[in-house]
Nanobody
C-alpha cells in the first residue's frame, strides 16, 4: 500500500488560513477511519481531528470552531481546513489511515503520511 501524501502546508501569519490535503490508497473491501495529528518540536504527537468511515467527527479542544475535517471517498482524499491560525498551531501535521474497528489490519493496512510543516507567525 502506498504511503498517504500530505500537501497544502506552508508559512502564514496569525489569523490566516490553510487547507491541508491527504491522498491515500483505498481498497474495495476496506473501510477507513482517517485522522490528522501534529507534533511541535520535541512535544508528543497529538490528535487534531478524526473522521471515521461513517462520518463521525471529533476535534481537539484547541482547534474547535477553527478547523474543519472532511473527506471525499470517491477521490480517496482527506482535508483539513484551518482558519484563524495561531502561533501555537505551528507543527508538523500528519495524515493517518486506519482500518475501522473490527477489520483486519493485515487485510486492510493502515499507514502514516510523511508529514507536512505548518508555521504560523505572530
Amino acid at each position: 500500500q502506498r504511503q498517504p501524501t500530505e500537501s497544502g502546508g506552508g508559512s502564514v501569519q496569525a489569523g490566516e488560513s490553510l487547507r491541508l490535503s491527504c491522498v491515500f490508497s483505498g481498497y474495495a473491501s476496506c473501510r477507513y477511519d482517517m485522522s490528522w495529528h501534529r507534533q511541535a518540536g520535541q512535544k508528543l504527537r497529538e490528535v487534531v481531528s478524526r473522521i471515521d468511515s461513517a462520518g463521525s467527527i471529533t476535534y481537539a479542544d484547541s482547534v474547535k470552531g477553527r478547523f474543519t475535517i472532511s473527506r471525499d471517498n470517491s477521490k480517496n482524499t482527506l482535508y483539513l481546513q484551518m482558519n484563524n491560525l495561531k502561533p501555537e498551531d505551528t507543527a508538523m501535521y500528519y495524515c493517518k489511515q486506519d482500518p475501522s474497528p473490527g477489520l483486519s489490519p493485515t487485510i486492510c493496512p493502515g499507514y502514516w503520511g510523511q508529514g507536512i510543516q505548518v508555521t504560523v507567525s505572530s
